[in-house]
């Protein structure tokens, strides 16, 4: 049985930070692609950012670039999401998806297999 469970998510206000915590178990995701989703109220999920089985290739989402960081610990099965600057705009559901074939960072989310139930992240003006 795999488990993605994410954690870190909050009330912050706007101008704030807060680091998203994804963590796996079940099985090894050591080689393959990890990301972040976000879906607002009303609105379809949104990419927000994805890294490789190595850590060396990540993307963003245009509305978040700049300002969140994607980064892993593949001997903690972790996968973290540092944001900052948050605005308002960026409250939504944060969920952690993993894929079971790509090694590579990539955007497309029916890319990936597993996702974890969401964390979420409400910000204030």
């Known amino acids: 049985q795999v488990y993605v469970v994410e954690s870190g998510g909050g009330l912050v206000q706007a101008g704030g930070s807060l680091t998203l915590t994804c963590t796996t178990s079940?099985?090894?995701?050591?080689?393959?692609?990890m990301a972040w989703f976000r879906q607002a109220p009303g609105q379809e999920r949104e990419f927000v950012a994805t890294?490789?089985?190595?850590?060396?290739?990540?993307m963003y989402g245009d509305v978040v670039k700049s300002r969140f960081i994607i980064s892993r610990d593949s001997t903690k099965n972790q996968t973290y999401l540092q944001m900052n600057d948050l605005a308002p705009s960026d409250t939504a559901v944060y969920y952690c998806a993993v894929s079971d074939t790509h090694s590579n960072a990539v955007v497309d989310s029916s890319s990936y297999h597993y996702w974890g139930q969401g964390t979420q992240v409400t910000v204030s003006s």
């Open positions: 079940g099985r090894s995701f050591r080689t393959k692609a």
């Open positions: 890294i490789s089985w190595s850590g060396l290739t990540t």
